[in-house]
């Protein structure tokens, strides 16, 4: 059985999740993925690595056509991810990356979508300085970060970054912490990875 994707004019991170989520349904079988960028190929292609599937690519009219090959071993092929549950991700900034600030606001946004597609979930999500900028009106990414609260996660920033900013009236998930609370959350977690 093969089931076809076209990615083509998507962006990053989307051919790889679109591609993920049907690997995981597939119990053999193969999948094409259809990319129109050197990027995107490069990507689909290391997921399927990553998983130890094999890969072959054919290029056509400067599209790339991906076949990833899922055999049935009897038990799963693709490596186990990496737990993640004692994790919390402290986000310092409304962007991304130093740079351009819209291209670090695109990466932004495209890091929040990617989380709400990667399990298990991080256990809480702090934000900081202009990072709460992502929890308060006019944020883009507010639909993602509910879903990930509703499924657990918790979501706090920091009340003097929201007062500093004249957000504190304009938070639309999670909660308000303090320093003191910020500092805890990140002591007791196994691993923290600021953005």
Not at 27 to 32: A, I, L, Q
Not at 57 to 66: K, L, S, T
Not at 144 to 149: D, H, S
């Amino acid at each position: 059985m093969n089931r076809q994707i076209d990615a083509r004019g998507m962006g990053c991170p989307k051919p790889v999740i679109e591609t993920k989520k049907i690997l995981d349904t597939l119990k053999e079988g193969s999948v094409t993925t259809i990319v129109d960028n050197e990027v995107a190929k490069e990507n689909v292609i290391k997921l399927a690595q990553s998983m130890a599937y094999h890969v072959d690519v054919r290029e056509h009219d400067g599209n790339f056509y991906i076949n990833i090959y899922k055999e049935d071993m009897g038990k799963e092929t693709a490596m186990k991810p990496i737990n993640k549950k004692d994790m919390v991700l402290l986000i310092a900034s409304e962007v991304m990356g130093e740079g351009a600030f819209e291209l670090g606001k695109v990466l932004m946004k495209g890091f929040i979508y990617t989380l709400t597609e990667s399990q298990p979930y991080p256990k809480a999500i702090l934000f900081v300085n202009s990072g709460v900028k992502l929890t308060t009106e006019g944020s883009e990414v507010i639909h993602y970060l509910r879903q990930m609260e509703g499924d657990g996660v918790e979501i706090l920033s920091c009340g003097t970054c929201l007062d500093y900013f004249n957000l504190k009236n304009k938070l639309l998930v999670g909660g308000v912490t303090n320093m003191y609370t910020i500092v805890e959350k990140m002591n007791s977690a196994k691993n923290t990875v600021k953005i």
